[in-house]
């Protein structure tokens, strides 16, 4: 929290959160600041932002980290200090080769607490800093600080500026119509004037940052459908993939070489078997060119041609809400004689850290795997035709288990979390 001291009849502020320059415009320095803070500072090569409540207290302050000058550039102070209204508190202050270092101006109720802040800074530091100045009581850090302050003019350009239209900044309309009547201040005038002009601009580019800001918001929150993929359009829809799995799983031998088929899938494109061994079988030769995984198991890959299938285009809008889809796919068990297990992972989100929101998806993956599927039905594709009727469903494996006899159905889903 940020504190004002008063030290020669002038107004410091101690308490700032500082970073470096770089080669950023002061405009673009502005747009982006945090909206923790309501007021800032320019420096040669640093800038300075703090909460200061509105207190308006703080405008035109100069800052005190700023305007210290110590002969060392790196050096580490303490003080022990009164604000405007005469409450006690310690001040921190850190340098490092000329650069106040971030935590490096903070104030503390305790010196614990201000030695756990240094321990924490040097930490890391890839150096130590030897110079230390510690001011034990009020006096004495008074008396420092009043010996080892740069003088700053009345037009010094490193003063506490406001974030927000002040009524301080207003305020010098008035004094630069004042101003020009009289010859002699009519400098001042000119300056003031020019101080409000560059105030106004940097209230006005804020302002319309935080506008720009809140409309992205509205825009992403509203229209959450266009930061994510709609994937199930990329997936083939499910007689197709029927067909296709149908004609390289039932091409299969039930025994090749001597081996017993034990399972075969299809996924795509690519079918997966296991063979069992039976006696006298070929060990030269395995069925597909598999791998023998035991003396009493192969397991074999094979790769068809892959087919442009035709793809789901179902939109966001006709997806169906998770009630409906688990009606549908409970009454097709029903039908099949099958048993059924269904499993939802959780909404994609996504961050945006600059605009401080998480926009979740509108909707949800789905996944199901029928189970024990008679092979006769199999052989109908009205059951494929009834997964056509479901948007956005899709088939990623058919599996054939030959020692039980049955079959087994896995795909996904997508269900709109707004209906």
Not at 92 to 113: A, C, Y
Not at 222 to 230: D, G, L, M, S, T
Not at 410 to 417: C, P, Q
Request: hydrophobic content about 35%.
């Amino acid at each position: 929290m940020a504190k004002i001291i008063e030290i020669n009849k002038t107004l410091y502020t101690v308490g700032i959160t500082w970073r470096l320059r770089y080669k950023q415009k002061k405009s673009e320095i502005i747009m982006n600041a945090s909206d923790d803070f309501d007021a800032f500072v320019f420096c040669p090569n640093q800038v300075g932002f703090l909460d200061s409540k509105k207190n308006e207290k703080h405008l035109n302050t100069l800052p005190l980290a700023n305007s210290l000058k110590i002969a060392e550039s790196s050096f580490i102070g303490i003080f022990h200090l009164q604000d405007i209204y005469g409450v006690a508190f310690y001040s921190l202050i850190i340098r490092h080769e000329d650069i106040i270092v971030g935590g490096g101006d903070s104030v503390f109720n305790s010196i614990q607490e201000v030695e756990n802040k240094i321990k924490s800074i040097e930490d890391l530091l890839k150096t130590p800093i030897e110079k230390r100045i510690i001011c034990e009581t009020y006096k004495e850090s008074l008396d420092f600080l009043e010996q080892n302050i740069t003088k700053k003019t009345f037009f010094s350009s490193s003063k506490i500026k406001p974030l927000y239209k002040s009524k301080a900044n207003n305020a010098k309309f008035f004094i630069m119509f004042i101003g020009i009547l009289s010859l002699p201040i009519a400098y001042m005038s000119i300056s003031s004037y020019i101080e409000y002009q560059e105030q106004k601009s940097i209230e006005d580019a804020r302002l319309l940052f935080l506008q720009n800001t809140e409309r992205r918001k509205k825009e992403l929150q509203e229209n959450a459908e266009n930061v994510f993929k709609q994937l199930w359009k990329d997936k083939a829809l499910a007689v197709p993939t029927f067909t296709i799995c149908q004609e390289n799983l039932f091409r299969l031998p039930i025994v090749a070489d001597g081996w017993l088929l034990e399972t075969a899938s299809c996924k795509n494109n690519i079918i997966l078997t296991t063979w069992q061994h039976q006696n006298m079988a070929n060990y030269i030769d395995l069925p597909f060119d598999g791998v023998l995984k035991t003396p009493k198991e192969v397991s074999a890959r094979h790769v068809s041609q892959k087919q442009n299938l035709p793809t789901n285009q179902t939109d966001f809008e006709e997806l169906l809400s998770k009630n409906m889809i688990n009606q549908k796919l409970y009454q097709i068990t029903q039908s099949i004689g099958a048993s059924i297990k269904i499993s939802f992972e959780e909404p994609e989100s996504k961050e945006y850290k600059d605009l401080k929101i998480t926009i979740t998806s509108p909707w949800q993956k789905g996944r199901f795997s029928f189970e024990k599927i008679p092979a006769s039905l199999l052989l109908n594709s009205s059951l494929y035709e009834e997964f056509d009727r479901i948007p956005s469903l899709y088939i990623t494996e058919i599996k054939y288990n030959n020692q039980s006899k049955v079959w087994s159905i896995k795909g996904e889903f997508y269900v709109s979390l707004s209906k």
